[in-house]
Protein backbone atom coordinates (compact mmCIF):
# COMPACT_ATOMS: atom_id res chain seq x y z
CA UNK A 1 0.00 0.00 0.00
CA UNK A 2 1.93 3.47 -0.62
CA UNK A 3 0.48 6.76 0.98
CA UNK A 4 -0.66 9.09 -1.76
CA UNK A 5 2.43 12.23 -2.39
CA UNK A 6 0.98 15.41 -2.45
CA UNK A 7 1.99 18.82 -2.29
CA UNK A 8 1.79 19.30 1.24
CA UNK A 9 4.19 16.29 1.85
CA UNK A 10 6.79 18.36 -0.75
CA UNK A 11 6.60 21.29 1.26
CA UNK A 12 6.32 19.34 4.90
CA UNK A 13 3.79 21.53 6.07
CA UNK A 14 -0.08 19.81 7.27
CA UNK A 15 -2.79 19.93 5.13
CA UNK A 16 -4.45 22.62 7.29
CA UNK A 17 -1.28 24.83 7.13
CA UNK A 18 -2.34 28.67 6.91
CA UNK A 19 -0.51 30.79 3.96
CA UNK A 20 2.30 31.98 6.25
CA UNK A 21 3.11 28.70 7.46
CA UNK A 22 3.41 27.37 3.57
CA UNK A 23 5.53 30.51 2.38
CA UNK A 24 8.48 29.60 5.82
CA UNK A 25 8.23 26.13 4.87
CA UNK A 26 8.81 27.37 0.81
CA UNK A 27 11.53 30.01 1.74
CA UNK A 28 13.72 27.69 4.32
CA UNK A 29 13.46 24.66 1.82
CA UNK A 30 14.18 26.69 -1.50
CA UNK A 31 17.39 27.79 0.55
CA UNK A 32 18.28 24.39 1.76
CA UNK A 33 17.55 22.85 -2.68
CA UNK A 34 18.88 25.84 -4.29
CA UNK A 35 20.79 24.95 -7.07
CA UNK A 36 23.06 27.34 -6.69
CA UNK A 37 24.44 25.84 -3.35
CA UNK A 38 24.41 22.33 -5.38
CA UNK A 39 26.04 22.92 -8.52
CA UNK A 40 25.95 19.99 -10.34
CA UNK A 41 23.34 18.46 -8.66
CA UNK A 42 20.40 17.12 -10.79
CA UNK A 43 18.64 15.91 -7.17
CA UNK A 44 18.89 19.19 -5.95
CA UNK A 45 17.75 20.84 -8.99
CA UNK A 46 14.83 18.05 -9.04
CA UNK A 47 13.89 19.03 -5.23
CA UNK A 48 14.18 22.54 -5.97
CA UNK A 49 11.60 22.48 -8.64
CA UNK A 50 9.38 19.99 -7.06
CA UNK A 51 9.68 22.65 -4.09
CA UNK A 52 8.50 25.68 -6.91
CA UNK A 53 5.39 23.63 -8.40
CA UNK A 54 4.11 22.78 -4.93
CA UNK A 55 4.54 26.74 -3.43
CA UNK A 56 3.12 27.82 -6.87
CA UNK A 57 -0.49 25.35 -5.88
CA UNK A 58 -0.38 25.93 -2.81
CA UNK A 59 -0.37 29.95 -2.71
CA UNK A 60 -3.08 29.88 -5.15
CA UNK A 61 -6.25 29.84 -2.66
CA UNK A 62 -8.09 28.34 -5.90
CA UNK A 63 -5.64 26.16 -7.38
CA UNK A 64 -5.20 24.82 -3.50
CA UNK A 65 -8.84 24.20 -3.03
CA UNK A 66 -8.96 22.43 -6.48
CA UNK A 67 -5.82 20.44 -4.77
CA UNK A 68 -7.56 19.08 -1.75
CA UNK A 69 -10.52 18.45 -3.81
CA UNK A 70 -8.22 15.77 -5.44
CA UNK A 71 -6.36 14.28 -2.62
CA UNK A 72 -9.70 13.89 -1.06
CA UNK A 73 -11.22 12.59 -4.88
CA UNK A 74 -7.97 9.91 -4.39
CA UNK A 75 -8.19 8.92 -0.89
CA UNK A 76 -12.04 8.06 -1.49
CA UNK A 77 -10.75 5.92 -4.71
CA UNK A 78 -8.12 4.30 -2.29
CA UNK A 79 -10.97 3.91 -0.06
CA UNK A 80 -12.82 2.13 -2.18
CA UNK A 81 -10.67 -0.36 -3.88
CA UNK A 82 -9.21 -1.18 -0.11
CA UNK A 83 -12.54 -1.74 1.06
CA UNK A 84 -13.48 -4.11 -1.93
CA UNK A 85 -10.54 -5.97 -1.82
CA UNK A 86 -9.70 -6.71 2.12
CA UNK A 87 -12.70 -6.86 4.32
CA UNK A 88 -12.71 -3.80 6.78
CA UNK A 89 -12.82 -5.54 10.00
CA UNK A 90 -9.63 -7.66 9.24
CA UNK A 91 -6.60 -7.21 10.64
CA UNK A 92 -3.48 -9.12 9.69
CA UNK A 93 -1.59 -9.24 12.91
CA UNK A 94 -4.90 -9.31 15.49
CA UNK A 95 -5.98 -12.51 13.40
CA UNK A 96 -2.77 -14.00 13.92
CA UNK A 97 -2.14 -12.71 17.66
CA UNK A 98 -5.95 -14.65 18.26
CA UNK A 99 -4.88 -17.62 16.77
CA UNK A 100 -1.65 -18.29 18.46
CA UNK A 101 -2.48 -17.01 21.98
CA UNK A 102 -6.85 -16.68 22.07
CA UNK A 103 -6.87 -20.46 21.10
CA UNK A 104 -5.27 -22.12 24.09
CA UNK A 105 -5.13 -25.61 22.06
CA UNK A 106 -3.37 -24.37 19.67
CA UNK A 107 -0.83 -22.06 22.09
CA UNK A 108 -0.38 -24.92 24.85
CA UNK A 109 0.70 -27.58 22.29
CA UNK A 110 4.22 -25.11 21.47
CA UNK A 111 6.65 -26.25 23.75
CA UNK A 112 7.70 -23.07 24.50
CA UNK A 113 4.62 -22.58 26.50
CA UNK A 114 4.95 -26.14 28.61
CA UNK A 115 8.40 -23.84 29.05
CA UNK A 116 7.06 -20.62 30.30
CA UNK A 117 4.83 -22.30 33.48
CA UNK A 118 7.22 -23.76 34.80
CA UNK A 119 9.67 -20.61 35.01
CA UNK A 120 8.09 -17.34 36.54
CA UNK A 121 8.53 -14.04 34.70
CA UNK A 122 11.14 -12.36 37.31
CA UNK A 123 13.40 -15.23 36.94
CA UNK A 124 13.73 -14.86 33.31
CA UNK A 125 14.11 -11.45 33.60
CA UNK A 126 17.01 -11.69 36.11
CA UNK A 127 18.55 -14.00 33.81
CA UNK A 128 18.32 -11.70 31.06
CA UNK A 129 19.95 -8.94 33.18
CA UNK A 130 22.49 -11.53 34.08
CA UNK A 131 23.48 -12.48 30.56
CA UNK A 132 23.24 -8.81 29.38
CA UNK A 133 25.84 -8.15 32.64
CA UNK A 134 28.45 -10.76 31.29
CA UNK A 135 28.65 -9.80 27.35
CA UNK A 136 29.37 -5.73 28.87
CA UNK A 137 32.28 -7.82 30.98
CA UNK A 138 33.38 -9.97 28.29
CA UNK A 139 33.42 -6.71 25.52
CA UNK A 140 35.34 -4.48 28.40
CA UNK A 141 37.67 -7.56 29.04
CA UNK A 142 38.06 -7.63 24.89
CA UNK A 143 38.37 -3.84 24.87
CA UNK A 144 41.08 -3.39 27.02
CA UNK A 145 43.38 -6.29 26.08
Known amino acids: MSKLHTHYDNLKVAR???????RAAYKTLCHK???DRHP??????????????????????SRRTHHDAWIAKQERIHQTSRSASVPSA????????????????LA????????SERISRPV??????????????MLVILHHW
Open 108 to 115: RSQPWHEF
Open 16 to 22: DAPPEVI
Open 40 to 61: GSDTATHTFQLINAAYEVLSDP
Open 124 to 137: ITMALWASIGLVGT
Open 33 to 35: FHP
Open 90 to 105: WDGRERRRRSVLGNTS
